[in-house]
């Protein structure tokens, strides 16, 4: 199935460092979202956007529904140990339909 | 707990046996989606549900596979005749009604098909 186009595949960053990771797409998305796992957990949900332009903000974290419906970017400022994990961008047409995921960005913080 | 649980945890079979994995959604939540996650790749949606009924199943890799919701809760998938291609970890995740819910996954079955 698709997948969308997920960027860097991997990070490695040194703590206190400000993070940034994109997704891109083929086709139009009505919502972009924003999810984080951890090993052996489902992906935990971080930040949701419904309107193309949307810039969202939740602690550290900020993300952006691109104007032509077919991007997003999430970013994250002064990166904590916690924050290492595998983060998802995830496409949504509809309200209620499946998503569509990108292949995951991997975060790695060395001390 | 009150959150999406899924059994087993973990799943070994042999190529061409037949297994179910089941999911238990949060009370309440009518739309339950499945989805697969290969190693190193993000999860693919496979089908979804409103009630009991199957809204959404393009995501169904073949006929090997079907998913079943009879009450409207508990949800199982079931695959059959099983192949080495099939071994991955198997996500559930339910959302309050569905439309513009967050959908809240499950920690997955991993299943592996020797």
């Known amino acids: 199935g698709q997948q969308l186009n997920q960027s860097p595949q991997s990070m490695f960053i040194q703590e206190g460092e400000d993070v940034s990771m994109n997704c891109t797409s083929s086709s139009i998305f009505n919502t972009w979202l924003w999810y984080k796992q951890d090993p052996g957990e489902g992906p935990v949900l971080l930040i949701a956007?419904?309107?193309?332009?949307e810039l969202t903000s939740n602690g550290r974290l900020t993300a952006q529904f691109g104007i032509t419906r077919k991007d997003s970017f999430l970013n994250i400022s002064a990166s904590i140990p916690s924050d290492v994990g595998i983060y998802f961008c995830a496409g949504q047409w509809g309200g209620a339909d499946g998503l569509t995921f990108g292949k995951g960005t991997h975060l790695i913080i060395q001390p | 707990g009150a959150g999406v649980s899924q059994t087993p945890s973990n799943k070994v079979t042999e190529k061409g046996k037949y297994v179910e994995l089941r999911c238990d959604p949060i009370?309440?939540?009518?739309?339950l989606y499945w989805y697969r996650q290969s190693l190193g790749q993000g999860p693919e949606f496979l089908i979804y549900f409103q009630g009991t009924g199957a809204a959404d199943d393009s995501g169904l890799p073949n006929d090997r596979f079907f998913a079943v919701r009879p009450e409207g809760s508990v949800s199982t998938l079931k695959i059959q005749r099983t192949e080495r291609g099939d071994s991955a970890v198997y996500l559930c995740?339910?959302?309050?009604?569905?439309?513009?819910?967050?959908?809240?996954f499950g920690p997955g079955t991993r299943l592996t098909v020797l």
């Open positions: 995740a339910s959302s309050l009604s569905g439309t513009s819910d967050e959908q809240f």
């Open positions: 009370s309440g939540h009518t739309a």
């Open positions: 956007l419904y309107k193309a332009g």
